[in-house]
């Protein structure tokens, strides 16, 4: 099994950044490919980011152009760079392996003025 823990989130201002990371433990995770979810109040969790084992990258339309996906494996850890965070942004952050049905418990990010 693997342990995934986020951190990094917060409150900040529309136009903002935040930069998340999920450390992963249990499991060397540098072959296996890696995801961002979010899931909103009252919304589905739906997929944001994900990078490949090789760095291969894709966004949601969403984020794309805003957000940056990327991974350290020798930390064992992956990273969300989110910039010009808009209020559609809040939602509490998740990070996955894939193949693994394993969740960490999520870091809340809000974009409020």
């Known amino acids: 099994q693997v342990q995934l823990v986020e951190s990094g989130g917060g409150v900040v201002q529309p136009g903002g950044s935040l930069r998340l990371s999920c450390a992963a433990s249990?499991?060397?995770?540098?072959?296996?490919?890696a995801s961002w979810y979010r899931q909103a109040p009252g919304k589905q969790r739906e997929l944001v980011a994900t990078i490949s084992s090789g760095g291969t990258t894709n966004y949601a339309d969403s984020v794309k152009g805003r957000f940056i996906i990327s991974r350290d494996n020798a930390k064992n850890t992956m990273f969300l760079q989110m910039n010009s965070l808009k209020p559609e942004d809040t939602a509490v952050y998740y990070c996955?392996?894939?193949?693994?049905?394993?969740w960490g418990q999520g870091t809340q990010v809000t974009v409020s003025s």
């Open positions: 996955k392996i894939l193949g693994f049905d394993s």
């Open positions: 249990g499991r060397s995770f540098s072959i296996y490919g």
